[in-house]
Structures are given as structure tokens and as C-alpha cells.
């Protein structure tokens, strides 16, 4: 997906191997994977900025912006004013 957007070049892609019910459910397992992941994507592959891909994790962009100190965004957040700021373009 990286590739056919052409971003290849400005961004890596990782998975934190958490079901989208633990993440929901806000177990901690599933939290502390998220949070090494994002520790591996900010000090391995030097990411400036966090995009959460899982509805699962909606509403954790906030706390882990501050835990983290790098923006994290929420994907479902974005998805929504994308779509409101569509709608008034009448995109």
C-alpha cells in the first residue's frame, strides 16, 4: 500500500500484533504492545508522527501523543473530518 501511494520513501508501516478487541477493551497487554511499537517506529525508523490504523484504538490518540512526545493520530478521528470537511466542499 506503502508503494502504490508512493510514500515508500517517507514512511514505514508497523503492526503491533493486537487484536482489535484487546485494543478496544484497553487491556494491558494490548497497551504495552502499542506502546513498544511505537518506540520501535520513533527510535528505529525515526517517525516523526504515529498513525493509529485500527478503529479498536479510537480515542487513544491523545494519551499516547503526550506518552510518546510525537503526534499520534487517530485513523477513524481523521477519517471523520475528512469526510465533514468533504461533505461542506461538496466533494
Request: aromatic share 0%; net charge positive; glycine share 10%.
Amino acid at each position: 500500500m506503502i508503494n502504490s501511494l508512493g510514500a515508500s520513501h517517507q514512511c514505514t508501516v508497523r503492526a503491533a500484533g493486537i487484536g482489535v478487541a484487546a485494543a478496544a477493551a484497553g487491556e494491558p497487554s494490548a497497551l504495552q504492545k502499542l506502546d513498544e511499537t511505537i518506540i520501535k517506529a520513533r527510535n528505529i525508523d525515526g517517525a516523526k508522527v504515529i498513525i493509529l490504523g485500527s478503529g479498536g484504538l479510537a480515542g487513544q490518540a491523545e494519551r499516547l501523543t503526550k506518552l510518546h512526545g510525537i503526534p499520534v493520530i487517530d485513523c477513524i478521528e481523521a477519517a471523520i473530518r475528512v469526510a465533514d470537511m468533504a461533505s461542506k466542499l461538496k466533494l
